[in-house]
């Protein structure tokens, strides 16, 4: 089965922040879910993890991206009013990216080895074996 090419665009910004496509699949599944636990259940991602995303995300913009209600009953998550222009802005950039870049990709797309495979046959078995390193011996 024969994939296209495709561009992925994350946003390394100077404060050290970035946005992802992972970042845009949570902010997704917190839209949908209303809880960062919800979320973490239907994406797959670990609720650490996500948790960790959420407060990146966060401490990245001057405006928070969520807020957060903690409370096993009443808590829950949502998406800030900045969290859906973040999410338009995004989806902007991502849409005029693959436009500027389809010609230049369909290219190299057409360059690939179709036979190309993640990891040669047999690249562990060809792999130098280590040798058993040599005790020193001590000098008094």
Known sequence: MKREAQIALTINFGNGGSL???????????????SILGAARASGISYRKCWLMVDALNRTFETPVFETHPGRRGGGAEITPFGERLIALYRSMERRTRTATAAALGELQKATDRHYQKRASGAAEAAPKAEPRRARSRRS
């Open 20 to 34: 992802s496509p992972e970042d845009l699949l949570l902010i997704d599944f917190i839209r949908k879910e209303r």
